[in-house]
C-alpha cells in the first residue's frame, strides 16, 4: 500500500532521512498490522512511504497501512507539523475510530 505524508505549510520543510523514516514505521507497526517491508523516499514537504502488508483483503491490508501511518504522525516528535495527504485503497471516512486517527 502507499502512502503520501506532507508537511503543513507552517510546517518542517525536512522529513527525516529516508532510513530514520523506515525506522519509524517499523517502531509503530503492530504484529497485527502484518507489515512485511517498508520503503521509503523523502523530499522537502513530502515523504512517499511503501508498506508490503499481509492481510486478508486488501481493505484490511490498507486499514493497517493507514492505521500504521497515523501511529507515526500521532507518535513521533520527528513528525510533528506532518500529516496523512493519501494511503492507497482508503478514504479519510474509512479511518474512524482508528487508534492515533487525530480528530
Given at each position: 500500500m502507499g502512502a503520501v505524508l506532507?508537511?503543513?505549510p507552517d510546517g518542517p520543510g525536512t522529513p527525516p532521512?529516508?532510513?530514520?523514516?523506515?525506522?519509524?514505521?517499523?517502531a509503530y507497526a503492530l504484529p497485527q498490522d502484518g507489515v512485511e517491508h517498508v520503503r521509503c523516499a523523502v523530499r522537502p514537504r513530502r515523504a512517499d512511504?511503501?508498506?508490503f502488508v499481509q492481510g486478508p483483503s486488501?481493505?484490511?491490508?490498507?486499514?493497517?497501512?493507514g492505521?500504521?501511518?497515523l501511529r507515526m504522525l500521532t507518535g513521533s516528535r520527528q513528525l510533528t507539523?506532518?500529516?496523512?495527504q493519501t494511503c492507497e485503497?482508503?478514504?479519510?471516512?474509512?479511518?474512524?475510530g482508528c487508534a492515533g486517527r487525530p480528530e
Open positions: 506532507r508537511s503543513a532521512d529516508a532510513a530514520a523514516l523506515t525506522d519509524i514505521c517499523w512511504l511503501v508498506l486488501a481493505a484490511d491490508a490498507a486499514l493497517a497501512a492505521r500504521v501511518c507539523g506532518w500529516y496523512l485503497g482508503i478514504t479519510p471516512e474509512s479511518l474512524t
